[in-house]
């Protein structure tokens, strides 16, 4: 296994999506390369992969392969760059949503509270203009609070967006050390991680507009999908599995898509054991009618 990254759920989607070895396939979010390799291993020669991510850090993975086209961009734009490369529809199309194991195990990316003194950064495009910092630095606290309401679930989220308004007065928050300081006041004890990574999830949810992104992928993704082709998509948080679900509800009910499974396929206990980032996965899978 790659050690960039650790594909959750392998197995599982890629059985999901049923692979033709001559069939087009798209990976949305190409991280570590994990799914999309087991992609190419069972495409033949006249398949087809198209690969998106934000992060070239990421696509620097990616492997040298004829059949492998690679695209530096947002997965919401998935519908405009399947029909850009010549393909009317495809036949299956995985993402892995959430910020890969290279992203949170690197302190000067930012997006993780485990480094001291990273930076404030969480952009999983690190050319993309703002960051974590800007955001802490320059928003007022009632768009502090909702973020931190509606992206992390944050308890007390209002005085955390209080203490953040107050803290920055005396200097700008710029590290993960700075922000550690100005929210201590309401850090639960013994709970302090667990708190921390909401309010992170919800910095990292707004600097890189994830929930627009993914909004326009769901839509994207069932337009560009062939007769049969499959739709596989792993959640790691209830606001991206309930658009998630939500969106393919909604295809349901106009005849666009059908459930391959009613309820979503979750990780073993054994893949748990040994990646504790796959506990909250929750694979959704459908195929367009």
């Known amino acids: 296994m790659s050690a960039y990254h650790t594909p959750v759920l392998l197995h599982e989607s890629i059985a999901a999506l049923a692979i033709r070895a001559g069939g087009v396939y798209v990976d ?15 495409l033949g020669p006249e398949g087809r ?35 850009y490369h010549g393909y009317a529809a495809v036949d299956g199309i995985l993402a892995d949503l959430g910020v890969s194991s290279h992203q949170f195990d690197t302190g ?29 630095n320059s928003y007022s606290a009632e768009d502090l609070d909702r973020i931190f309401r509606l992206y992390g679930e944050v308890e007390n989220s209002r005085k ?10 005396a200097a700008p928050l710029k590290t993960t050390d700075d922000l550690g300081r100005a929210i201590a006041p309401v850090l ?30 769901m839509n994207g993704a069932i337009r560009s999908l062939g007769q049969g082709g499959i739709l596989a998509v792993i959640t790691y948080h209830s606001l991206e599995d309930r658009i998630v679900k939500n969106a ?42």
């Open 28 to 42: 949305a979010t190409f991280g570590g390369g994990g799914h999309s390799r087991e992609i190419l291993g069972q």
């Open 49 to 83: 992969l198209i690969v998106f991510d934000k992060d070239e850090e990421a696509l620097a993975q990616a492997p040298a392969d004829g059949r492998l086209t690679i695209v530096h961009n947002d997965f919401r734009f998935v519908h405009n760059f399947i029909r």
């Open 108 to 136: 000067e990316r930012g997006f993780s509270f485990r480094f001291e003194n990273a930076p404030l950064d969480m952009r999983m495009n690190p050319r993309a203009g703002r960051c974590a910092a800007d955001i802490v």
């Open 160 to 169: 955390v967006a209080g203490l953040i308004v107050a803290g920055r007065e």
């Open 188 to 217: 639960p004890k013994f709970m302090e991680h667990k708190y921390l990574a909401k309010i992170y999830q919800a910095l990292r949810i707004e600097v890189n507009g994830e929930m627009t992104s993914l909004e326009g992928f």
């Open 248 to 289: 393919i509800r909604d295809a349901c009910q106009t005849g666009l898509l059908e459930r391959v499974t009613k309820k979503p396929i979750l990780p073993s206990e054994e893949e748990i054991s040994f990646n504790t980032r796959a506990r909250s996965a929750k694979l959704r899978v459908a195929r367009k009618r």
